[in-house]
T-cell receptor
Framework: AQKITQTQPGMFVQEKEAVTLDCTYD???????LFWYKQPSSGEMIFLIY??????QNATEGRYSLNFQKARKSANLVISASQLGDSAMYFC????????????FGQGTRLTINP | DTGVSQNPRHKITKRGQNVTFRCDPI?????LYWYRQTLGQGPEFLTY????????KSRLLSDRFSAERPKGSFSTLEIQRTEQGDSAMYLC?????????????FGPGTRLLVL
């Protein structure tokens, strides 16, 4: 079974600073994908970034980058130059390539950006 | 290209009543997922459709829950004899179903409150 652990219930960051949200995962499978989603107070889950287990380079999408350390089973999200609109819940998730590719989520981290 | 839509956005019902939610996936997306999210938790997988076939169901999906996707387009999730423990956000997601790694795109969710 897959498991995602997010150990930071809440993070507070000053606007324009960079922030790292932690995520560790556990699986015995070799082929898996790691995802980060943002959930504002409106409730919709917004896809941010994806990393495959065989990708050698860390994924980047605009201000988002994924710090993938396979040996440590970690997939931390880095947000550069934080903005007030980044305040939201952030969820790390993983799936296996076979079958349904259903997502297994962590408990989330609430990020608050202070002006 | 419109995103995933869900109706209703909010539902308040009395214990013991039946409720039905609808999800319209992104056009031409073959895969459709239902998740449930309780307060303070990450979403949990409920069930998965590939076209009209329901291929996987979670143990969370008790016999009071039924999901359909009759023509491989929209899907409905029905809860019979609702209980207070069914109060949650019900999220629908879709992905292309073309093979390989796929990102799931979520709808805005339906918030259910059972009194």
């Amino acid at each position: 079974a897959q498991k995602i652990t997010q150990t930071q219930p809440g993070m507070f960051v000053q606007e324009k600073e960079a922030v790292t949200l932690d995520c560790t995962y556990d699986t015995s499978d070799q082929s898996y994908g790691l995802f980060w989603y943002k959930q504002p107070s409106s409730g919709e889950m917004i896809f941010l970034i994806y990393q495959g287990s065989y990708d050698e380079q860390n994924a980047t999408e605009g201000r988002y980058s994924l710090n993938f350390q396979k040996a440590r089973k970690s997939a931390n999200l880095v947000i550069s130059a934080s903005q007030l609109g980044d305040s939201a819940m952030y969820f790390c998730a993983m799936s296996l390539i076979q079958g349904a590719q259903k997502l297994v989520f962590g408990q989330g981290t609430r990020l608050t950006i202070n002006p | 290209d419109t995103g995933v839509s869900q109706n209703p956005r909010h539902k308040i019902t009395k214990r013991g009543q039946n409720v039905t939610f609808r999800c319209d996936p992104i056009s031409e997306h073959n895969r459709l997922y239902w998740y449930r999210q309780t307060l303070g938790q990450g979403p949990e997988f409920l069930t998965y459709f590939q076209n009209e076939a329901q291929l996987e169901k979670s143990r969370l999906l008790s016999d009071r829950f039924s999901a359909e996707r009759p023509k491989g387009s929209f899907s409905t999730l029905e809860i019979q004899r609702t209980e207070q423990g069914d109060s949650a956000m019900y999220l629908c997601a879709s992905s292309p179903g073309q093979g390989g790694w796929e990102t799931q795109y979520f709808g805005p969710g339906t918030r259910l409150l059972v009194l």
